[in-house]
């Protein structure tokens, strides 16, 4: 709520039913095409490098739009909608 702003979570929550049943989706046709310990090890390290992608952005100088540190929210911070 700090990043997009308070009067945006009810947007976030609608957005974010939508995108599990897109990911749901995708799992399932992951599941056709890979054994299931190489999936796990492809979602794993794709979560892995998106935390630390987002960690890194967090991390930056108050000066940075996607800084934790910029208390200005915006909508446009697209780092607090993925995160």
């Keep these: 709520s700090t990043i997009c702003g308070v009067e945006y979570i009810p947007k976030a929550k609608m957005l974010s039913v939508l995108v599990v049943t ?11 095409i890979f054994p299931k310990h190489e999936l796990f ?7 892995a490098i998106l935390f630390t ?28 909608w993925i995160s």
Excluded: E, M, Q, W
């Design 41 to 47: 090890y492809i979602i794993g390290g794709f979560y």
């Design 22 to 32: 897109c990911l749901v989706f995708l799992y399932n046709k992951l599941i056709d």
């Design 53 to 80: 992608i987002i960690a890194i952005a967090l991390d930056a100088p108050p000066t940075y739009s996607t800084s934790i540190y910029n208390t200005n929210a915006s909508p446009y911070r697209l780092t607090g």
